[in-house]
């Protein structure tokens, strides 16, 4: 557990009071508010953009004696998520933990259907539950989750199975866009602003396809050899024995002029064929083979906003 510290936040220009910081409506103030009347919280922080500015602002609100900072921890974490995560304790002084979960132990999970997202996130409560009820001394807390206005537009049955377990969304509550999550941490001075997004693993096996501790490490040991490489922003998607990698469109030509590299990078994964989307990189763009029904989230507004009030 990383040592209490002061805090990361270094706000320019405003108060704890701030009004909205950009122009969706998205409220500063509103969410110290929000926190505040949480008291004591369990942020599931993974080191991404939402979570990160989630974890500094209610440690600054809060007081890292009120917060706990939990990074769920398993194949479907990219090791470079893990170390990112340890540091960011470090650099901002958070009260962390590492929270060991097992999805893959759950069949519901590893055969990957259109609910995938359910059981992962059934499987991180699970684990939280016990640090939400004897982290703190002044009783039990919330488990709060960096969960954006944007993210509600999307097939993520994961955000509906956390609310029903009495996860909130406070971003959510108090109308933060991803690009304004990005906005506020660029002005609070968090490194974590341009960070680019970084689903789980799992996330790159296509649906139906079974999700497996080998195909996991398989995929993590290709994105860390691109990584290495340069391509911050990348995902290599899972066909068997070919790798689909995606980048943005501006980063083709690159990837292109590299082949060689690229194409060695990802061998040594274990993939035997490797190829390029030409359609670049879309966050999410597996969760097109879903039907309508699977895809739903018609009544996932409500509950993750009623639920978090």
Not at 76 to 92: F, K, N, T
Request: with cysteine.
């Amino acid at each position: 557990m990383a040592e209490p510290g002061a805090g990361p936040v270094a706000e320019q220009g405003a108060g704890p009071g701030a009004g909205p910081t950009g122009p969706t409506g998205a409220d500063l103030g509103a969410l110290r508010d929000h926190l505040g009347r949480l008291g004591r919280v369990v942020v599931a922080f993974s080191g991404g953009a939402d979570s990160a500015f989630l974890a500094a602002v209610a440690t600054e609100t809060l007081g890292s004696e009120s917060v706990v900072c939990a990074t769920a921890v398993s194949p479907s974490l990219a090791p470079e998520e893990l170390a990112d995560c340890r540091a960011l304790a470090g650099e901002w002084g958070l009260r962390w933990v590492e929270v060991p979960t097992d999805e893959l132990a759950d069949p519901a999970y590893a055969v990957n259907d259109g609910s995938r997202c359910r059981h992962c996130k059934s499987s991180l409560m699970d684990a939280l539950a016990p640090v939400a009820a004897t982290a703190f001394a002044g009783g039990p807390a919330t488990v709060v989750l960096g969960v954006n206005v944007d993210d509600l537009g999307d097939h993520r049955p994961g955000q509906e199975a956390a609310a029903e377990r009495g996860a909130v969304f406070p971003l959510v509550e108090a109308g933060f866009t991803k690009d304004e999550v990005r906005s506020a941490s660029r002005r609070l001075g968090l490194r974590t602003w341009d960070k680019p997004a970084a689903a789980c693993l799992a996330s790159r096996v296509p649906y139906g396809t079974p999700v497996t501790l080998g195909t996991l490490r398989s995929v993590a040991v290709a994105e860390s050899g691109l990584r290495a490489l340069g391509f911050d922003r990348l995902r290599v998607r899972h066909y068997g024995d070919t790798a689909r990698i995606e980048v943005p469109l501006e980063d083709l030509g690159t990837v292109v002029v590299r082949r060689a590299e690229v194409s060695a990078a990802v061998h040594a994964a274990g993939y035997r064929y490797v190829t390029l989307d030409l359609d670049g990189l879309r966050s999410g763009n597996l969760n097109q083979a879903l039907d309508g029904a699977d895809r739903s989230t018609a009544d996932l507004v409500g509950v993750t906003t009623g639920g978090a009030r």
